[in-house]
């Protein structure tokens, strides 16, 4: 029983160096999508929102500990998935809070484009995987609503088009 006693009374401390207080809020899904807002002229479109894409991202603490390394710090990790018309993507990476931003930065990124422009439909939208790759490339901000239940980003450029993440927070009721 004082086994168990000892366990339980270690545990705060423990579990203390895994995570920074500040970053608890954020762990879990958020739901959202990408939002095109406008497109440069060189790409009139009529219909802007076919353009969106939905999905979720996913923010998480892991303590990974690599073989011969005295690196043990936990590590920031997000996933993302978003659904176009035509494609999908996913990307894994880290991410950080700095100052009133989650700063994301891409490792990896996937993206299914139902099997390329062979096989397209023309009368869906889509949005070219190249466009989709380079836009993230660079690290992006999420800034957060002062109770930390909504996440959106500065306006960005994807190709020819502009739009922002935007992310709620899931509730555990759901």
Avoid at 116 to 122: I, M, S, T
Avoid at 148 to 165: A, C, H, M, T
């Amino acid at each position: 029983m004082r086994r168990y006693l000892s366990i339980i009374a270690a545990a705060p401390i423990l579990l203390g160096g895994c995570f920074s207080g500040e970053q608890v809020p954020f762990l879990g899904r958020w739901t959202g999508s990408f939002d095109v807002t406008s497109a440069s002229q060189k790409m009139p479109i009529k219909k802007l929102a076919r353009y969106s894409m939905k999905g979720f991202v996913e923010l998480y603490r892991s303590q990974i500990r690599v073989l011969h390394s005295k690196d043990e710090r936990p590590k920031s990790k997000f996933v993302m998935h978003l659904d176009g018309e035509q494609e999908s993507i996913d990307v894994t990476g880290q991410w950080e809070l700095r100052n009133r931003q989650l700063m994301l930065t891409a490792t990896d990124v996937k993206i299914d484009d139902a099997g390329g422009e062979a096989l397209r439909d023309p009368n869906r939208t889509f949005i070219a995987a190249d466009d989709l790759r380079a836009s993230l490339q660079n690290p992006f901000a999420l800034d957060f609503t002062a109770e930390k239940n909504d996440l959106k980003s500065p306006l960005l450029q994807v190709g020819p088009l502009f739009g922002r993440y935007q992310f709620t927070k899931d509730s555990l009721a759901q």
